[in-house]
């Protein structure tokens, strides 16, 4: 894939598609994480040392086509200008006459942020009139926002239709490449864990995963869903009744496939999520019928900790516990800790999964934390992403 590296920014319009879907403050509206920010300063440093005029893209939440002044980009336009210590203009929107005289304008070395791209309809939709609106304002169309690659949206996929050249930023790049390193030429032993709420939400992975890995660590709300498939009664515990079936099945080909699966032995059960101070461990085949698991308990984090031991990759989706709540914190915040110690190469992918590391303190100590949510998952069922489709066949046209 061409990226950043095998352009001539020079004096050009780059128009950079980032993930700048960032938390804000709830309080004074400021940026509440600068992760997905500083992700891509690579990129835009790239762009301004080599005298490129760097016109940023984003969208931030879901405003549906409709203007919402809470998801405008301005606090982000601060927070990046004291990041660059250089002033970064917020066009009032991202098409249109007076942004591109905005555009137009723009001197090298210099940044503009255009306004949220989903206050405009077009932008969900993958319109051709609105990708081609956001064409007008690009020499060079680079894609550095990997979280939303999953999406066909207008400035991701049929941007890519209108422009002459385009590229991968480097975050961008760095995610792909990580993620093959990872998944496709692994060195062995090959371990995911996954975990998180739902079964019904990663049935894709599970299936996609099984004939690749050698070791699967099954945690989470998930879990028990499996625990039940196995006969074991889980009490109060959240279970996807509809997936018991598919649970037997995904065991049944890990065995098949000689994949080694760890399911919790024991679990941290309470009465409820909010009952933590009244948490205790028990043997999953013995949770009592008033009690529900809300994290894999202390036996079966050494285990999986043992299991790792070995592992040459590891890749980490999905909480194994409640763990926003205490004391459910724990097996999560044990395995993020074990992970940024050990010598495996290690990947972690998924919001909440990035969360606990962040919150463990280790983000720095492990190997490589996406970017991604709902890309990173995607990637892991096997999707062809289509904003990363889209960007190879423009490159293989231009
Ligand atoms: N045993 C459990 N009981 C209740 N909730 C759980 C349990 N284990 C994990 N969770 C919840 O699962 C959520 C994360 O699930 P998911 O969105 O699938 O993960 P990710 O975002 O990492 O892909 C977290 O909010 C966490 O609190
Ligand atoms: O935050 C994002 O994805 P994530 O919640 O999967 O990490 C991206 O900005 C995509 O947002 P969307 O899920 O509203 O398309």
Wanted: hydrophobic letters at 45%.
């Amino acid at each position: 894939m061409k990226t950043l590296d095998h352009v001539d920014v020079s004096a050009k319009r780059v128009f950079l598609r980032v993930d700048f879907n960032v938390p804000l403050d709830k309080k004074d509206g400021t940026v509440a994480d600068d992760t997905r920010i500083r992700a891509i300063l690579p990129s835009l440093r790239k762009v301004l040392d080599g005298g490129g005029k760097a016109v940023l893209a984003s969208h931030l939440g879901r405003p549906k086509g409709q203007v919402v002044p809470e998801m405008s980009l301005a606090p982000v336009a601060r927070h990046l200008s004291g990041i660059l210590g250089m002033d970064v203009p917020l066009a009032p929107d991202c098409v249109g006459g007076a942004v591109r005289k905005m555009v137009d304008e723009l001197e090298p070395g210099r940044v503009l942020l255009l306004e949220n791209l989903r206050f405009h309809g077009g932008e969900t939709k993958n319109n051709p009139e609105f990708s081609r609106q956001l064409a007008e304002l690009t020499d060079v169309y680079v894609n550095d926002a990997f979280a939303v690659s999953h999406r066909a949206h207008a400035s991701v996929h049929g941007i890519t239709e209108y422009v002459r050249e385009c590229a991968a930023g480097y975050q961008l790049a760095k995610e792909i490449e990580t993620f093959r390193q990872a998944m496709e030429n692994p060195q062995r032993p090959l371990a995911v864990v996954i975990g998180g709420a739902k079964v019904s939400t990663k049935i894709g992975v599970l299936e996609n995963l099984i004939p690749k890995v050698d070791l699967l660590v099954i945690g989470g709300a998930m879990a028990n869903t499996f625990l039940k498939a196995q006969g074991k009664s889980v009490g109060a515990s959240l279970v996807e009744d509809e997936f018991v079936e598919t649970a037997k099945v995904l065991l049944a080909q890990a065995r098949e496939r000689g994949v080694r699966v760890i399911l919790p032995v024991d679990a941290t059960a309470a009465p409820s999520l909010d009952a933590g101070d009244r948490a205790r461990q028990v043997p999953v085949d013995q949770v009592p019928p008033d009690l529900a698991i809300f994290d894999v308990g202390e036996e079966t984090s050494a285990l999986i900790r043992q299991a790792l031991e070995p592992c040459a990759t590891v890749v980490w989706n999905g909480p194994l516990g409640a763990f926003e709540t205490p004391p459910f914190e724990r097996a999560t915040y044990d395995l993020a800790r074990f992970l940024a110690a050990s010598q495996a190469f290690t990947v972690v992918g998924g919001g909440d999964s990035a969360a606990a590391v962040a919150k463990a303190g280790v983000t720095d100590k492990v190997g490589y934390v996406s970017t991604g949510g709902g890309a990173f998952l995607e990637m892991l069922e096997g999707k062809v992403l289509p904003g990363i489709q889209a960007l190879q066949k423009c490159s293989e046209r231009a």
